[in-house]
């Protein structure tokens, strides 16, 4: 098993330090390294409540702090911990510091003053354990059935979808739930009932003077007012299902190419070798064609494709057979 580069870059990190140099030149290191998801705090106090929000992978945290020093941070850190708690990279320059950290908790450490060769070596291996162990867990439960391949493809489907979810904005999220609550069976029974409450109290039968008479004409506006709305929440959940859709599709445009020019390159390897040992193309397989070598352009078979299209839209068969002109006359 291996991670990808991918997996160490998007990382959750968060310093813990109170002296504001130590954290910049951390945050420096890291980000010039590439990480993409570095936090910070100067405050021991809250890294217990950053840690259930955030969830990180990673936490380098200093010993000396006010308030609270690292060993009581980490105390914290085990009573709220759960199978997936993150690593503790200690930041110390007292070498007695470092043993009782290890006791602690602590994965590994770093020494005061800062070298960036040792904080990204040592930031890399704790991420590269974390994450394999992550991966193995997430294996356990894997149907034996599937392959580690099929697996993994699943996972990073899932992953995909929920960034796309999480990237959404606070207006496409409550499109959304209008959305998909209008579609529900709870949204007909609200509907069903608020009506007939409403039909109820104006039919003069409850002992309620009628404030909306038959034929319900403010009933009628407001239904009329919410399929306006309803209809606008609707088209904008279409707007961004369209777009990963689209995102979607221009990933299978793009495997599929680089499909194709895979097996045309082997193709092409497999008749050099068939050249270099002599071997005769079997004539009755149409497999030995030629014309698989060829490596198909997108561009040729859109235009083929527009051809042909505007052919069959310009001519068609009349039911004698004969050939007719849709638009315009034909010779």
């Known amino acids: 098993m291996t991670v990808a580069a991918s997996d160490f870059l998007s990382a959750r990190i968060l310093i813990v330090d109170d002296q504001e140099f130590d ?53 914290l850190l085990q009573i709220i911990s759960t199978d997936d708690s993150p690593a503790v990279l200690v930041i110390t320059a007292d070498v007695d510091h470092k043993s009782r950290a290890l006791e602690s908790g602590a994965k590994d450490f770093v020494s005061k003053p ?20 992550k991966e193995i867990a997430d294996h356990k439960e894997d149907n034996p059935a599937l392959s580690t391949v099929i697996q993994r493809n699943i996972r990073k489907i899932i992953q995909v979808r929920l960034k796309a979810v999480r990237d959404q904005g606070l207006q496409d999220r409550i499109a959304n739930r209008i959305t998909s609550f209008s579609g529900s069976m ?35 506006m407001v239904v009329s007012l919410e399929a306006v709305f309803l209809t606008t929440f609707v088209l904008i959940s279409q707007n961004l299902l369209g777009k990963e859709a689209g995102r979607l599709t221009d990933l299978s445009l793009q495997t599929g190419l680089l499909t194709e020019h895979e097996l045309t390159r082997v193709l092409q390897m497999l008749r050099s070798i068939q050249g270099k040992l002599d071997i005769t193309n079997d004539e009755v397989s149409n497999l030995a064609d ?30 004698r057979g004969k050939l007719i002109g849709t638009g315009r006359r034909s010779s």
């Open 23 to 75: 954290v910049r030149v951390l945050v420096r290191i890291l980000e010039n390294a590439g990480y993409t998801a570095v936090s910070s705090t100067k405050q021991p106090l809250q890294v217990s409540a950053l840690q259930r929000k955030n969830q990180y992978d990673l936490i380098l945290l200093d010993i000396q702090m006010p308030d609270l020093d690292g060993f009581q941070v980490m105390e």
């Open 114 to 133: 800062l070298e960036r060769v040792e904080v990204l070596t040592r930031v890399h291996n704790l991420l590269e354990v974390r994450f394999l162990q």
């Open 186 to 220: 709870a949204f007909l029974y609200v509907h069903v009932a608020w009506f007939s409450v409403w039909i109820f109290s104006n039919s003069g039968h409850a002992g309620i003077t009628p404030f909306d008479p038959y034929p319900y004409g403010f009933l009628t």
């Open 290 to 319: 030629a014309d698989l070598e060829m490596e198909t352009k997108l561009e040729d078979v859109l235009s083929e494709i527009e051809r042909l299209q505007r052919r069959e839209a310009g001519v068609t068969l009349n039911s």
